[in-house]
């Protein structure tokens, strides 16, 4: 028994280690993507400063104050709360505790993610903004963690909820609104629209890895317990 145990910590001690590694290696891979677009992004600035030409035309105070609304659901203010009740959801009400380290995994890896990027790019934020906003522009942190915690409320709901009606309805509107949060921070002016843009890109394709390799973690765990048993 004692062997055994050993062999599960080990193994469990290589899965963390591939986790960690295969997450360090996408984040290499994918800032250095970005870095080559880089110069492209500068010189098609001009892009991101047309289409705050074109939402000037409809900023008034209304709109102003439902762009504000919709940009608190992206901010930690939001996220931090509600991570930690859906962690102590999933992990004491419904003992799926699979899903609460999901939750955590992916909102804390995203956002050192989102600080990583934002320090490794240094861009700076748009002049003029509508709304206060400290730190640093690209990528949008916004967009990023927007795009993981609703994303992954989407793979939750996909895995749990069988009416499809009300879980294609909950997905689409979970879509909508991941949209209306992004569009709200250009409309402020506190991000260019290529920022929020890369922000998504960065957020689906990190939340995508974190479950694959996951759910690795997880069957590998479910198997090596098996085994001890």
């Given at each position: 028994m004692a062997k055994k145990k050993?062999?599960?910590w080990t193994g469990t001690a290589l899965v963390s280690a591939e986790v960690v590694t295969n997450l360090v290696l996408f984040a290499g891979v994918f800032s250095g993507l970005i870095f080559l677009?880089?110069?492209?992004?500068?010189?098609h600035k001009k892009t991101d400063l047309r289409v705050f030409e074109l939402i000037k035309k409809h900023t008034s105070e209304?709109?102003?104050?439902l762009m504000s609304f919709f940009t608190f659901f992206g901010t930690h203010k939001f996220f931090i709360p509600v991570n930690l009740f859906l962690i102590l959801y999933f992990l004491l009400i419904r003992k799926r505790s699979w899903f609460s380290i999901r939750v955590a995994s992916v909102a804390i890896s995203s956002l050192a993610l989102m600080f990583f990027l934002?320090?490794?790019?240094?861009r700076n934020r748009p002049l003029y903004p509508l709304k206060t906003a400290k730190g640093l522009s690209f990528p949008s942190g916004h967009a990023i963690m927007s795009v993981t915690f609703?994303?992954?409320?989407?793979?939750?709901?996909?895995q749990t909820i069988k009416n499809k009606p009300v879980k294609w309805s909950l997905i689409i509107g979970l879509c909508i609104f991941i949209q209306l949060i992004g569009f709200s921070r250009v409309y402020l002016r506190v991000h260019y629209a290529s920022d929020v843009a890369v922000g998504y890109i960065t957020g689906a394709l990190w939340l995508i890895i974190s479950l694959k390799v996951l759910k690795r973690m997880e069957y590998y765990m479910l198997f090596a317990r098996h085994r001890i048993a």
């Open positions: 050993m062999q599960f677009i880089r110069p492209y992004m500068r010189k209304r709109n102003t104050k934002k320090y490794l790019f240094h609703y994303g992954l409320l989407m793979y939750v709901i996909a």
